[in-house]
């Protein structure tokens, strides 16, 4: 008998994913995309809403910035499905090949970031719940654990992830869960009263709606790398967009109504003081690693925009060893600001983006030139100034608006700027 080969997971880089490779459908984008928008993090992100916006104002926030947010990921996600390549290459025409480096470059310092911050708030989360359990803390340990697991699922890569772990298992579990606590708040708290206490006022609403479109957004500069394997574009996106809604709405509503409901400053400790809240955080943390799996793997393709010849398997343990030594080192603070920051950077940079594809490209890239020194795409010395313009400026309207007129809202205001620019810069090429 011969022995058994254990075959390392294919690697497509940053080529397009060839046609026989493009399997994933509507079930397996929603369930990937309702996965990714489930978290602690998310969790965490609602209970900042509160009780600066009151419950009513809150879910007004919500519902719209996920509204927002999600069109944005969804269609950069079905540009990516047309091209059947990751973000960061989507990039190469709008801001030139080796322009395309500055937003791989933010890129991947966000992902580390998000990694980081997932293998934190899941090791703070299993240290609580063995002290609760077994009187002891191991968050050291649970890092190196979830750094470890996290870094396996990005080797094996998002085709094995989806299908053998997050639709069989995962999604299930977790939306089980989700529901109990649900169900626990409504049942157990007064939740028409809460809706109908005003807020204190220290966050203006339209700072809430920013940083509710913040969440969905912070995914888009990863979207196509795994919406590239879609079998339909026209699927992939209301895969994605459902799917993420769902969960994106869900999980920030219950971050605000834990906060209030409990009176709470702090979300673990809240989550652990329910009846089952020991078991629902478990369940909890066992889809928050597809979070971080995600986080790992797309740093990993990220810099293959970069660095194409290195494989992809080395990136992915260099990555997650760099989010293990965050992980215990670095406190998890400021996350208001962390999110704010990657809203000031991407949503402009997708307003480039839509202008681009659909306006000046008119809706198709030339696959070859995409990968060419010195073609269609290489624009002056590598850079495409006119997109480069129009990102700084949506840019600086995000920035601008943050600091002299918070309460304008700098997310749809920036997109706009930065859309309208590169249409100006690129009128010649747009009216043809």
């Not at 993090?41 to 719209?64: R, T």
């Not at 690693?289 to 992809?312: E, G, H, W």
């Given at each position: ?50 009780p600066g916006l009151g419950l009513k104002q809150a879910m007004l926030a919500i519902i719209l910035g996920t509204i ?148 969905p957004v912070s995914w888009m500069p990863l979207v196509a790398d795994y919406n590239r394997f879609a079998r339909r ?191 100006v810069l690129n009128f010649k090429e747009v009216r043809r």
């Amino acid at each position: 008998m011969s022995p058994i080969k254990i075959q390392r997971p294919p690697e497509w880089g940053i080529e397009p994913v060839p046609q026989t490779h493009r399997i994933m459908g509507f079930i397996d984008y929603f369930a990937l995309w309702s996965s990714l928008g489930v978290g602690l993090l998310v969790f965490l992100a609602g209970s900042l809403l509160v009780p600066g916006l009151g419950l009513k104002q809150a879910m007004l926030a919500i519902i719209l910035g996920t509204i927002i947010g999600n069109a944005l990921l969804a269609l950069a996600g079905y540009i990516g499905s047309r091209e059947a390549v990751p973000t960061m290459v989507l990039f190469r025409p709008v801001l030139g090949i080796r322009g395309s480096y500055l937003p791989t470059l933010l890129n991947i310092l966000q992902l580390i970031g998000w990694g980081a911050f997932e293998v934190i708030i899941m090791a703070e989360a299993a240290s609580q719940i063995t002290q609760k359990l077994l009187g002891f803390s191991a968050f050291v340990p649970w890092v190196a654990f979830f750094s470890i697991w996290c870094t396996l699922m990005a080797i094996g890569g998002p085709l094995m992830v989806v299908r053998d772990w997050i639709e069989k298992f995962a999604i299930w579990l977790v939306y089980g869960i989700t529901i109990y606590l649900t169900w626990y708040l409504l049942s157990h708290y007064d939740i028409s009263a809460l809706w109908r206490k005003p807020g204190t006022g220290e966050l203006p609403f339209l700072i809430g709606l920013d940083l509710v479109v913040a969440m969905p957004v912070s995914w888009m500069p990863l979207v196509a790398d795994y919406n590239r394997f879609a079998r339909r574009a026209g699927s992939a996106f209301w895969g994605t967009y459902l799917g993420y809604f769902v969960a994106n709405v869900w999980f920030y509503a219950l971050g605000a109504l834990f906060i209030l409901a409990l009176k709470a400053e702090e979300l673990i400790p809240a989550i652990l003081s329910l009846a089952g809240g020991a078991i629902a955080l478990v369940l909890i943390l066992v889809d928050e690693t597809d979070n971080a799996f995600a986080d790992i793997y797309s740093t990993a393709v990220s810099a293959q925009n970069i660095l194409p010849r290195v494989p992809q398997w080395v990136l992915v343990v260099i990555t997650g060893l760099i989010c293990f030594i965050l992980g215990i080192t670095v406190p998890i603070a400021q996350y208001e600001n962390f999110l704010l920051l990657i809203g000031s950077v991407f949503v402009p940079l997708f307003g480039v983006l839509a202008a681009h594809y659909f306006f000046v490209e008119k809706g198709g890239y030339r696959t070859e030139e995409l990968y060419r020194a010195a073609g269609s795409y290489w624009f002056f010395n590598g850079f495409n100034r006119k997109g480069i313009v129009a990102w700084i400026l949506g840019i600086a309207t995000y920035q601008a608006i943050i600091r002299l007129v918070p309460w304008l809202g700098a997310s749809i205001p920036s997109f706009v700027v930065a859309f309208l620019v590169h249409l100006v810069l690129n009128f010649k090429e747009v009216r043809r």
